[in-house]
């Protein structure tokens, strides 16, 4: 079985630019999760949807969005690109639904350049 | 790869001693808790869980214990492997409308030969 699966896997922008990155969940999870990891530091939650609808937004600037396709997978887009915004970007799926299962597995990330 | 261990505390051990890798969490309201491996250039991958009305759970060579008390939560590994280098993420769940993950710094385990 194919696992979470991201896209691209490294990414060069320049100050101002704008990014989008991508996410395929696993087969069945209906749930998607992006979060973001500074070198050296844990990952801290961006957003997560379910069925195409907005479920959370961490503490991120506006320039930060998402959305949820019909098929499940996800954009990440990232406009006006900041030095800080240099990361790891992770996607994690769950199954979702109304029992909420917690499990949620990480694909292996986006990795942004912001020069 | 570039490593994610970058200024992380480090637990260093023998092969075939057992590892324990400890992490205070914030939230009394959490309950659930994840343990994640994350290896040098890849995503976090799942390990273990474990639900707050628990104390104890066992995987294949893995043992999480809770100390919803102090809030403390550990993770032990049997027989540990050279290929159990990695770092470690313990992560925090509250439960509510959404499932957000909440990480812990992170622990950099060195297995030495």
């Known amino acids: 079985d194919a696992g979470v699966t991201q896209s691209p896997t490294h990414l060069i922008k320049t100050r101002g630019q704008q990014v989008t990155l991508r996410c395929s969940p696993i087969?069945?999870?209906?749930?998607v999760s992006w979060y973001q990891q500074v070198l050296g530091q844990g990952p801290q939650f961006i957003f997560q949807?379910?069925?195409?609808?907005?479920?959370g937004r961490g503490n991120f600037p506006d320039r930060f969005s998402a959305r949820q396709f019909p098929n499940y997978s996800s954009e990440l887009n990232v406009n006006a690109l900041l030095l800080g915004d240099s990361a790891l970007y992770l996607c994690?799926?769950?199954?979702?639904?109304?029992?909420?299962?917690?499990?949620?597995?990480f694909g292996p990330g986006t990795r942004l350049t912001v020069t | 790869g570039e490593s994610v261990g970058l200024h992380l505390p480090t637990l260093s051990v023998q092969e075939g001693d057992n590892s324990i890798i400890n992490c205070a969490y914030s939230?009394?309201?959490?309950?659930?808790f994840i343990w994640y491996k994350q290896e040098s250039g890849k995503g976090p991958q799942f390990i273990i869980d474990?639900?707050?009305?628990?104390d104890k759970r066992q995987g294949q060579r893995v043992t999480v214990l809770l100390n919803k008390t102090v809030k403390h939560l550990s993770l032990q590994i049997a027989a540990t492997q050279p290929g159990d280098s990695a770092v470690y993420f313990c992560?925090?769940?509250?439960?509510?409308?959404?499932?957000?993950?909440?990480f812990g710094t992170g622990t950099l385990l060195a297995v030495q030969p």
């Open positions: 994690a799926s769950s199954l979702g639904g109304a029992l909420m299962t917690y499990e949620q597995y």
């Open positions: 087969s069945g999870h209906k749930s």
């Open positions: 949807y379910y069925e195409k609808e907005e479920r």
């Open positions: 939230n009394s309201a959490s309950d659930y």
């Open positions: 474990i639900r707050s009305n628990m």
């Open positions: 992560a925090e769940m509250d439960g509510g409308a959404t499932n957000k993950l909440i």
